[in-house]
């Protein structure tokens, strides 16, 4: 009996066909490949895995495992930033003004003090305050009756002094007003532009506090003639500023003129005053950036011209005229002839040698008659000042 090949077993058929070359063995090649292919990569999938959980068992242990436990982690913790704190900016550290014995420059000075906010209503609580300016040679020899004036009125006025000799030795008491109130200064020379710059200096310094509002120049030979209410009054509710001008013929008059001023400064502008002035904030800013007028005065003015008796005058007048009573607040007496005004000595102080001076004579005050004229007075010596601190707190009414 004949076998039929057709019904032989299967699986011998099948592997005869697998390596039946030569299409069989080209398909095993290719299955084999992708079969060591795939587990390559599933074997690299595997080690990937195992070590993201062991990564996360270690960084679970070392948050918490040893915070709980107390124990050191051999893992660090991941360092955290430390949260930021809150820096408070306003307005007290730009209105505080800086120390007084700064180390700026004057170029650097009048820059910081020329900063101007246009919008005029402040912003926050403001006691107006009046700053004595003193531009001395050494010490404020007077200083004890000033004491007194300025006694139970503190907040309503500052005190910034000036002294052209830096070697004198100053020994005011620390709970005095003029304790640590000398500013940076610079040698003065009697008539000179650097007595107009010494001004201009004490200015700028005072004007660091926002709370000034009106500026007094004294000297040391300076004395009030009023309590300090009654000058603080006077000068707080004033509408003008007193820079003292006027135009005078003759020798220390128009004489001083010289026409290398002009065009700047022509002889119709020229004007005489004394150094003594009072002015408000708004001026105050002016004068110390003002330099057109000033240059002329500092390179033409010398000689038989000095320059604290012409330039603010001429300035003023011909800038601010308007607003300007053309009136010094600060008596004194030329009637003696000479470069100099009279010295009072302590033969001169009596009672009524004040009355006289404090109603001197009759002047206006915001467009109004007025009998007070000056409120300071000079030139007083410093042997003067035992009697001045007899008669004048009870006839001023110091501290009432």
Same mark, same amino acid.
């Given at each position: ?145 000033? !004491? ?5 009125? /503190? ?41 107009? !710059? ?6 700028? /310094? ?79 800013? !002016? ?21 604290? !008796? ?36 302590? /033969? ?21 008659? /007025? ?30």
């Amino acid at each position: 009996m004949k076998t039929n090949r057709t019904h032989q077993n299967p699986t011998i058929l099948s592997l005869v066909k697998l390596f039946n070359p030569p299409s069989n063995l080209i398909s095993f090649i290719l299955f084999f490949a992708f079969g060591l292919c795939s587990g390559i990569i599933l074997t690299f999938q595997i080690k990937n895995i195992s070590l993201a959980l062991q990564f996360t068992r270690l960084s679970f242990s070392g948050d918490n495992s040893g915070a709980l436990s107390g124990e050191s982690d051999s893992v660090a913790p991941t360092p955290r930033n430390p949260p930021l704190s809150r820096v408070s900016v306003g307005l007290k550290s730009y209105l505080t003004p800086p120390e007084i014995m700064h180390d700026m420059t004057d170029e650097e000075l009048i820059w910081r003090a020329s900063m101007v906010p246009k919008v005029r209503e402040y912003p926050f609580d403001r006691t107006p305050k009046v700053a004595f300016m003193f531009l001395v040679r050494g010490l404020v020899f007077l200083a004890p009756l000033w !004491e007194r004036f300025f006694k139970g009125y /503190n907040g309503l006025f500052t005190v910034y002094i000036h002294s052209s000799n830096q070697l004198v030795k100053v020994t005011e008491a620390e709970d005095s007003v003029f304790y640590g109130r000398r500013v940076p200064s610079k040698p003065v020379q009697w008539g000179k532009p650097n007595m107009v !710059e010494a001004g201009r200096r004490l200015l700028a /310094n005072a004007l660091l506090d926002y709370s000034n509002q009106r500026f007094v120049l004294l000297s040391e030979a300076c004395i009030p003639l009023f309590n300090f209410s009654t000058v603080y009054s006077y000068l707080i509710n004033s509408k003008h500023n007193f820079v003292e001008s006027y135009d005078l013929e003759g020798p220390v008059g128009r004489d001083r003129y010289s026409k290398k001023m002009a065009p700047v400064v022509d002889i119709k502008d020229w004007r005489k005053g004394s150094q003594w002035f009072e002015m408000d904030r708004d001026l105050a800013v !002016e004068v110390i950036v003002e330099k057109k007028y000033f240059s002329v005065f500092h390179d033409f003015c010398n000689g038989k011209c000095f320059a604290d !008796e012409h330039y603010l005058p001429t300035f003023v007048t011909k800038i601010f005229g308007r607003t300007n009573s053309n009136q010094t607040l600060t008596f004194v007496d030329w009637k003696i002839l000479g470069a100099h005004p009279t010295l009072y000595t302590r /033969n001169d102080v009596t009672e009524k040698f004040l009355l006289k001076v404090r109603n001197d004579r009759s002047c206006e005050y915001n467009g109004k008659k /007025n009998q007070t004229c000056h409120l300071f007075a000079r030139k007083f010596s410093p042997h003067a000042l035992d009697r001045l601190l007899k008669i004048a707190p009870k006839l001023m009414q110091f501290n009432l």
